[in-house]
């Protein structure tokens, strides 16, 4: 084709893209949210009002004159019994629990713990404060209660007490430097915000603090707040009344991750004197012409935005497609041997399956959980990608080969090879948990719970959606059913993520330039954090997890090693290796430039944000509420792809280990067909558990899912993990030391994990080094193997075939 004849295709397919880069530009000043106004009562009185609050979701209304219950069908206000001993200064709470600030002469010394008991109000008195602080305001984050105010000598303080523990004292933090008496304190996203008076007829300035970076500068507030108005809302987002210059009131929200704000439109609390939390929303008091107190709220609403025809339409033309390729395997391999079904009669080229790696590598988590994680943080966590890629190569140079020479179906017949029969079957069967618990209920779990928060798909209905048909095409398809799947999930995958990327840079104001600079004057790219901080994810921890996680323990997981072991070769399966760790680096810098870029659209584009969504949900979101008609459907059939090339691997390989290290152990004589038809069978049932899993995880609120995903792959999978190094690496080791050092690396981090004494990255190093070192020990006091151990360790490294395990260990 000539140069002349590609031009005008070329003319019309930039001319495509900028139309759909242009079609949802419009939308970009409207705010996804709104408030809702809430008719109250008014309190009939003409006393001053001191404070209102809620305590389990019902307001209580303090005045010079009593204290005031609202009625459970919000009719009337009624006084109640309990008077508070002291002059109440303000009061704290987060619509469940509410405690008062009370003292004298404008100071306060003394906080009470309000509660219901039988229906009738009371308080509970706290260990007095360690000095009197005026200006007092307080807040709940967690258990935790904090009160920041100033002392009688100008010195600023923040405290710090658990409440509702026996003998609870009060921390002392250090203060604000620069002065200013608190007008408002609220906990959110790790850390509390604080906002002081600015200079004269300067606006507020907000604080943040947390106890691993103390007091930092965050942003100017677009005018002054109402004293004690801060309201924690969603995971990243605090309502404030602010006041303009004109001395106009409105809702406003602050984002506390890109500390932007934005107007919440619908109701305009003119006259507002006091405010309290309220459902998703404030409460607040204003007084009225006749002298009583009006009481008014309002709840923050948000749309669903619903998938258009088209999107429904690229979904479902995806999930045939998927469903087609396992029927398809399924009629045209008619197999009845199990080499076909879990290893694909070991004929899968060295790319493909490293595609494959790859793609199972990449699930839900990395398309949504990873872009979450750089939006909120900066791309630290990608620092083990790096580190991995070296680890890969030397797996790829010795491990692989190894245990590809061996010609095994399940990983875990190497254990048995190398220890006993029992040491097989407890190490898969913590693979099976490990794989159910901690990633197929996640991967299944995250793509649903945001889709359906965000498109008003219930989430059961996401589940089994994505559940069903990933168990239908593993159950018929087999191993190479999961393996070509897995490709073409890869290029929807990586086309819908690159898509996003040019979209959202296209549209942020400044384009790549604006992009580049806020991404490094707010440090989001940052890779390396060399602190030898054990409670941070730091280089050295990312390199402590890489040394126990993929250099000595690579074949733990049967998952990235039943790909290898489909290959025609050692030489193969060593390529699929590289292959892998090739793709890993550029996929990495895709997923996690993808939350950089939300990071800056939604700092130029607060409003668009929705405060009661969880954090995890922010590129559905943008997926869902910015990108035109079709391309919404091809992006989340992306997310779709991520959760069900995962989840295809982890069916396939869990039916695997079912087979071959229970059912073929433990039934006499059983031939190839039925050990295929009960994979098939356990493949169902491992997918429908992994979705009975997911839906108990809708009950619960989770701040991060990779986070949740990190800590499970720590405590259920690194026991067994050491047990590979052992063997491969040592010709000490045996059989009881590595059963004692498997139990004791399990308790150990179990309860390393309860005491909350490390960062979840390293739990799973931790347990596989506990499982090494006291294996080895153990190992010490018992005779070493007396079996040859000809090709099985790096130390000798024979083309013995050893499909058959050798003579246990006795």
Same mark, same amino acid.
């Given at each position: ?7 005008p ?11 759909l880069?242009?079609?949802?530009a419009p939308?970009?000043? /409207?705010?996804l ?5 809430v008719?109250?009562?008014?309190l009939?009185?003409?006393a ?9 979701q019902?307001?209580?209304a ?14 009337a206000?009624?006084?109640?019994a309990?008077?508070p001993?002291g ?8 619509g469940?629990?509410?405690?008062v ?10 906080v009470?713990r ?11 008195? =706290?260990p ?6 005026r ?14 105010g @100033?002392a ?9 007490i ?5 003998n ?9 430097s ?10 959110q ?5 604080? @906002?002081l008076?600015?200079?004269?007829d300067?606006p ?14 965050r ?32 809702l406003?929200?602050?984002q ?6 934005a107007?919440?439109?619908g109701?305009?609390p ?24 009006v009481?008014? %709220?309002? +709840? ?14 690229v979904i ?5 497609m998927?469903?087609?390729?396992g029927?398809?395997?399924?009629l045209? +391999?008619k ?9 694909g009669?070991?004929s899968i ?24 994680k ?7 966590y990608?620092?083990?990608?790096l580190?991995?890629v =070296?680890g ?18 399940s @990983? ?27 990633r197929?209920?996640v991967?299944?779990?995250?793509p649903?719970l945001a889709?359906a ?9 996401s ?11 593993? %159950? ?11 490709f073409v999930?890869v290029?929807?995958?990586?086309? *819908?993520?690159?898509?996003?990327i *040019?979209f959202i ?9 604006e992009?580049?600079?806020?991404a490094?004057? /707010?440090n989001?790219?940052?890779?390396f954090?060399f602190?030898f ?5 730091t ?5 402590? =997890?890489?040394v ?30 590289w292959?892998? %760790?090739?793709?890993?680096?550029? *996929?990495?810098f895709?997923?996690y ?6 990071f @800056? ?18 590129f559905?979101?943008?997926?869902a509420?910015e ?17 069900m ?5 982890i ?12 059912? +073929?152990? =433990? ?12 994979a ?10 992994a ?6 995880l809708?009950?619960y ?6 986070d ?13 993990a050491g047990?590979y ?24 981090t179990?309860?390393?994990w309860s ?8 739990y799973? %190093? ?25 090709g ?14 050798a003579?246990? +260990?006795?």
């Amino acid at each position: 084709m000539s140069a002349r004849s590609r031009f005008p295709v070329a003319v019309l397919l930039r001319r495509w893209l900028l139309l759909l880069c242009l079609v949802a530009a419009p939308c970009a000043a /409207e705010s996804l949210t709104s408030a809702k106004p809430v008719a109250l009562p008014p309190l009939a009185t003409q006393a001053t009002l001191s404070a209102v609050v809620t305590v389990d979701q019902r307001p209580v209304a303090i005045t010079t004159d009593g204290v005031w219950v609202l009625d459970a069908d919000r009719a009337a206000w009624t006084r109640s019994a309990w008077q508070p001993t002291g002059t109440v200064q303000a009061a704290v709470g987060n619509g469940t629990r509410a405690f008062v600030l009370s003292g004298e002469g404008g100071s306060v010394d003394q906080v009470s713990r309000l509660a219901f008991t039988n229906g009738q109000l009371g308080a509970r008195t =706290l260990p007095p404060l360690p000095r009197p602080l005026r200006h007092a305001r307080g807040t709940l984050q967690g258990d935790d209660l904090f009160v920041a105010g @100033v002392a009688a000598n100008g010195t600023s303080a923040l405290l710090q007490i658990l409440p509702d523990t026996p003998n609870a004292s009060w921390l002392v933090h250090a203060g604000w430097s620069g002065g200013g008496d608190p007008i408002s304190l609220t906990a959110q996203t790790r850390g509390l915000f604080l @906002v002081l008076p600015g200079a004269v007829d300067a606006p507020d300035r907000l604080l943040r603090w947390s106890a691993e970076a103390g007091w930092e500068s965050r942003a100017e507030v677009p005018g002054t707040v109402l004293a004690n108005s801060g309201r924690a809302i969603g995971q990243a987002h605090v309502i404030y009344l602010v006041a303009d210059a004109a001395g106009t009131r409105q809702l406003m929200t602050f984002q506390t991750i890109t500390s932007a704000w934005a107007v919440l439109p619908g109701v305009r609390p003119a006259q507002a004197t006091a405010t309290a939390s309220w459902g998703d929303g404030v409460l607040w008091a204003q007084p009225a012409d006749d002298g009583q107190i009006v009481f008014e %709220a309002a +709840e923050v609403a948000a749309g669903s935005q619903l998938l258009k025809w088209l999107d429904w339409l690229v979904i479902v033309v995806y999930l045939g497609m998927m469903f087609g390729m396992g029927l398809y395997f399924y009629l045209r +391999e008619k197999r009845n041997s199990t080499a076909d079904f879990f290893v694909g009669g070991r004929s899968i080229p060295f790319w493909a399956a490293g595609v494959s790696l790859y793609a199972t590598n990449t699930s839900s988590i990395s398309f949504i959980a990873i872009p979450a994680k750089a939006f909120e943080t900066n791309w630290q966590y990608m620092t083990n990608n790096l580190i991995a890629v =070296l680890g890969l190569m030397f797996v790829a140079v010795w491990i692989v080969p190894l245990l590809r020479r061996l010609d095994l179906m399940s @990983v875990f017949s190497y254990l048995e090879t190398r220890f006993h029969p029992a040491i097989r079957m407890l190490a898969s069967a913590l693979c099976i948990v490990m794989q159910i618990g901690s990633r197929m209920s996640v991967v299944l779990f995250l793509p649903a719970l945001a889709i359906a928060t965000i498109t008003g798909i219930d989430v059961v209905w996401s589940v089994l959606l994505m559940g069903v048909v990933t168990i239908i095409y593993t %159950a018929l398809g087999g191993m190479k059913a999961v393996i070509w799947t897995d490709f073409v999930q890869v290029l929807v995958i990586m086309g *819908g993520a690159l898509f996003a990327i *040019g979209f959202i840079v296209y549209h942020i104001n400044g384009g790549f330039e604006e992009f580049y600079a806020v991404a490094a004057a /707010e440090n989001k790219t940052r890779l390396f954090d060399f602190s030898f901080d054990l409670t941070k994810a730091t280089v050295w921890g990312f390199i402590f =997890l890489v040394v126990f996680d993929v250099v000595l323990t690579f074949p733990k997981d049967q998952v990235l090693m039943q790909r290898t072991l489909s290959t025609k070769s050692d030489k193969e399966a060593g390529r699929s290796i590289w292959a892998f %760790a090739a793709i890993m680096i550029p *996929g990495g810098f895709i997923f996690y430039s993808i939350g950089t870029a939300l990071f @800056v659209y939604y700092k130029s584009h607060p409003e668009r944000l929705d405060p009661l969504l969880p954090i995890d949900a922010t590129f559905p979101l943008f997926i869902a509420a910015e990108l035109p008609m079709g391309v919404t459907g091809l992006i989340i059939a992306g997310i779709f792809a991520a959760a069900m090339s995962t989840l295809s691997s982890i069916m396939n390989s869990v039916s695997t280990l079912a087979s071959v290290d229970f059912y +073929e152990k =433990l039934v006499k004589k059983p031939d190839p067909a039925t050990s295929v038809r009960f994979a098939e069978i356990a493949t169902v049932v491992t997918g429908l558990i992994a979705i009975g899993v997911s839906l108990l995880l809708s009950r619960y609120d989770i701040h991060s899912l990779f986070d949740v995903s990190i800590e499970l792959a720590g405590l259920l999978g690194g026991g067994f993990a050491g047990a590979y190094t052992l063997g491969m690496f040592t010709r000490r080791a045996n059989s009881p030391g590595v059963a004692i050092g498997v139990g004791s690396s399990i308790v150990l981090t179990t309860w390393a994990w309860s005491m909350s004494l490390v960062h979840p990255y390293f739990y799973l %190093a931790i347990s596989i080094m506990l499982c090494i070192v006291i294996g080895y020990v153990a190992s010490l006091f018992f005779p070493p193997p007396t079996r040859s151990l000809d090709g099985l360790t790096i130390f000798s490294r024979s083309d013995v075939n050893r499909a058959t395990p050798a003579s246990n +260990e006795t």
